[in-house]
């Protein structure tokens, strides 16, 4: 037997008290472990969107960055649009790679559904390398490629046909997109003309979407950029600051209700753990009787805590890991832009970080309670003999 | 001969309200090792304050308390719990058995404090077969009868072969069966050299003692009152 052992029988003697702050560090823990988790998978995943995008800057008529990268990602309308006769100029700019027009339209589907429109030309795959197609891109005017979540939710395959209603228009599906897990998953991807036809928007586009040679050249392209009239030119950076500064401010909001929740946490721990003291101060001045120093008795109180912190921690990192895609879900609600695919990710750091923190509130909320058992004298023992 | 347990002018007092109380006053007393003593007297005459002193879980105010040789009234709390984990083992009236921890546990305990559980084991084996427990070195506190309970505290007492058992109202709440049972431990105890110092109100218990030692009002009487 050692001081361990005697912690952890000592909690055993009110099993439903320590249950119970357990499930409270637990609570707090789990809530620490989704928010880390999220902090550090929202930057990753938002950068990663960007990049698998292929866009380093993104034209259009007017706006500000956050809606630029709004269309630019997520697709949606807006009222104003780019005429097609500046994607030459566009791609005459030195440094310029490639050049996508892009024509956005989202129809109401079935039920609460909004059915996106990607309007495309083949020049898009050269800023999707990454997909993988099932079938093959556009064969004709009538083609179709589906995300595979339309894929998916449409119950259609490559080389069936697809009807619209909402534009009367009927489609044979060239290729299907493997999951990319990105937006793109549930987009309706067909060429730029017949989008144009469709959506009665001849020779207009939403936006433009540049890849550039080098990345280093930016700023120069983007200078070259502006001197053409009437458009507006937002880089991949400005759309994740912009998008990260909005995030900030819920991330602030999220971090000020979790920090709440330690300190209730925190003083919770301490509440039991001192109650625990209380009731037994008898008891920690017979084993003062018997040979135990002031520290093995602070030792004793302290392990309890730091037990009861540890086993919540390790309850909560796992209810936290297990429940990733229901944090994952409940956070994107109060954000006002979510990168597609994981925005909560496990991060072994994460675990480490957030056990750190249960052990770290078990050892404050313990400190008091230590010290005051610690200075039981053992003449508390037989103060009632 | 040296004494084992020595007070000389040792003098305590506390205060009730706005009353000063000398539940110890000008005591001098000397134990020689391997004695027997009971202390004895009626309620509020200083007995435990007495057996507290002796044990170093109280200081005097005034006076001097040696233990084995050590002079323990001017020691710091550090000093003071190395004597008790060490020199001293006690039992109480009400036992004190830690309830989540068995038997066996419980009499560890001591040696886990001391820092000392190289053969703490076999230790604990040998103490609970010489108080006739060996068979319930599993069980919990809760299982046992009050007697045996007294037994299990007797052996945690003894777990780091200390130089002074004291034992105060050992018997209070036992049954005559196993006040004698206790007793009987006592004398294969004494027997074997070890110094005890008891508190009883039990006549037929101090008269078991090798030295009894009376006290009233603070004081310790003459042997003959």
Not at chain 1, 94 to 106: E, H, K, Q, S, Y
Not at chain 1, 292 to 298: D, E, L, T
Not at chain 2, 63 to 84: F, M, N, P, Q, Y
Not at chain 2, 122 to 140: F, I, K, P, W, Y
Request: aromatic content about 6%.
């Amino acid at each position: 037997m050692n001081l361990f052992t005697l912690s952890l029988k000592n909690l055993r003697r009110r099993p439903a008290r320590s249950l119970l702050t357990i499930g409270g560090v637990a609570l707090a823990s789990a809530a620490l472990f989704s928010l880390l988790s999220f902090n550090t998978g929202f930057n990753v995943s938002v950068k990663k969107e960007m990049s698998d995008s292929g866009i380093h800057m993104f034209v259009s008529t007017e706006g500000c960055p956050m809606e630029a990268a709004s269309l630019a990602l997520h697709g949606g309308e807006i009222p104003k649009f780019l005429s097609e006769d500046r994607v030459p100029a566009i791609r005459s700019v030195p440094g310029v790679r490639a050049v996508t027009g892009m024509l956005i339209f989202a129809v109401p589907g079935e039920g609460r559904r909004m059915d996106l429109f990607y309007g495309v030309d083949d020049e898009f795959l050269k800023l999707r390398k990454h997909w993988k197609l099932k079938g093959t891109w556009f064969t004709d005017e009538r083609s179709i490629i589906l995300g595979a979540e339309a894929a998916r939710v449409e119950k259609r395959d490559v080389g069936e046909k697809v009807y619209f209603p909402e534009v009367d228009a009927e489609f044979k599906v060239s290729g299907i997109l493997e999951r990319t897990g990105s937006e793109d998953d549930g987009f309706f991807f067909i060429p730029l003309k017949t989008a144009q036809k469709v959506f009665k928007k001849e020779g207009k586009l939403t936006g433009v979407g540049v890849n550039l040679n080098d990345l280093t050249e930016m700023e120069k392209v983007k200078d070259g950029l502006e001197l053409i009239s009437d458009i507006y030119v937002v880089t991949a950076q400005q759309m994740i600051d912009q998008i990260l500064k909005l995030v900030g401010s819920s991330k602030t909001l999220m971090f000020a209700v979790l920090s709440i929740a330690l300190i209730i946490a925190v003083l919770g721990v301490l509440n039991t753990v001192l109650m625990s003291v209380m009731e037994k101060l008898r008891e920690f001045g017979y084993m003062r009787c018997i040979g135990a120093s002031p520290a093995a008795v602070f030792q004793i109180v302290l392990i309890e805590t730091v037990i009861l912190c540890l086993a919540g921690g390790l309850i909560g990192v796992t209810v936290g890991a297990l429940g990733s895609s229901l944090a994952d879900t409940l956070i994107r609600d109060v954000l006002p832009y979510a990168p597609g695919g994981k925005m909560v990710v496990f991060d072994p750091w994460v675990f480490a970080l957030t056990l750190g923190v249960a052990i770290g509130i078990g050892a404050l909320a313990g400190l008091y309670p230590s010290w005051r058992a610690s200075h039981v004298p053992p003449m508390e023992a037989v103060r009632n003999e | 001969m040296n004494s084992m347990i020595e007070l000389s002018g040792v003098r305590k007092t506390y205060r009730r309200g706005s009353e000063i109380v000398a539940a110890v006053n000008d005591v001098s007393l000397s134990i020689a090792p391997g004695e027997f003593v009971a202390v004895v007297g009626p309620s509020g005459s200083g007995k435990t304050t007495l057996l507290n002193l002796i044990g170093c879980i109280d200081k005097p105010d005034s006076g001097g308390v040696r233990v084995d040789g050590l002079e323990t009234s001017r020691l710091a709390e550090r000093g003071l719990t190395k004597i008790r984990a060490e020199k001293i083992g006690f039992i109480f009236q009400q036992f004190f058995l830690l309830p989540t921890l068995t038997v066996r546990e419980n009499v560890e305990l001591p040696a886990v404090f001391l820092g000392k559980r190289n053969g703490a084991a076999s230790r604990t084996g040998e103490l609970l077969d010489q108080v006739g427990l060996g068979s319930r070195a599993s069980h919990l506190p809760s299982q046992l009868s009050g007697g045996e309970m007294q037994r299990v505290a007797i052996a945690r007492a003894l777990m780091n072969r200390p130089k002074v058992l004291i034992a105060d109202e050992p018997t209070g709440n036992l049954d005559s069966k196993n006040a004698e049972s206790i007793l009987n431990i006592f004398r294969v105890l004494n027997g074997q050299g070890l110094t005890i110092v008891m508190v009883t109100h039990n006549a037929e218990l101090a008269r078991e003692a090798g030295k009894i030692v009376s006290m009233k009002d603070g004081a310790v009487l003459p042997a003959n009152v």
